[in-house]
Nanobody, 123 residues
Framework: QLQLVESGGGLVQPGGSLRLSCAAS????????IGWFRQAPGKEREGVSC????????NYADSVKGRFTISRDNAKKTVYLQMNRLKPEDTAIYYC????????????????WGQGTQVTVSS
């Protein structure tokens, strides 16, 4: 069973940056696409970004396109989400999740979830 642990969240001012990490253990990361979701209080969960198992394909929600960048280092068993030009509406708990592919991830066919990391964008 793949286990995922997020880190890197925190409080940042609007316009600032954070880098989230999703560290995997228990199984090789190479077989899985990894995606990030977020959920703000009172709002539905939103798919933010996904990266394919070999890193060759990425996709982003329109709300973060051009500001967020997803990447992975399979040797370090870690996926990253670089978040720049953060806005108050980016405030949410961010979760990483595994799936067989990014298509599966978009369809909600999730294998493992992390516990989440809080991102708060506020002045």
């Amino acid at each position: 069973q793949l286990q995922l642990v997020e880190s890197g969240g925190g409080l940042v001012q609007p316009g600032g940056s954070l880098r989230l990490s999703c560290a995997a253990s228990g199984f090789t990361l190479n077989y899985y696409a990894i995606g990030w979701f977020r959920q703000a209080p009172g709002k539905e969960r939103e798919g933010v970004s996904c990266i394919s198992s070999n890193g060759g394909s990425t996709n982003y929600a329109d709300s973060v396109k051009g500001r967020f960048t997803i990447s992975r280092d399979n040797a370090k068993k870690t996926v990253y989400l670089q978040m720049n030009r953060l806005k108050p509406e980016d405030t949410a708990i961010y979760y990483c999740a595994s799936a067989p592919s990014c298509t599966s991830w978009r369809l909600g066919q999730i294998g493992s979830w992390g516990q989440g990391t809080q991102v708060t964008v506020s002045s």
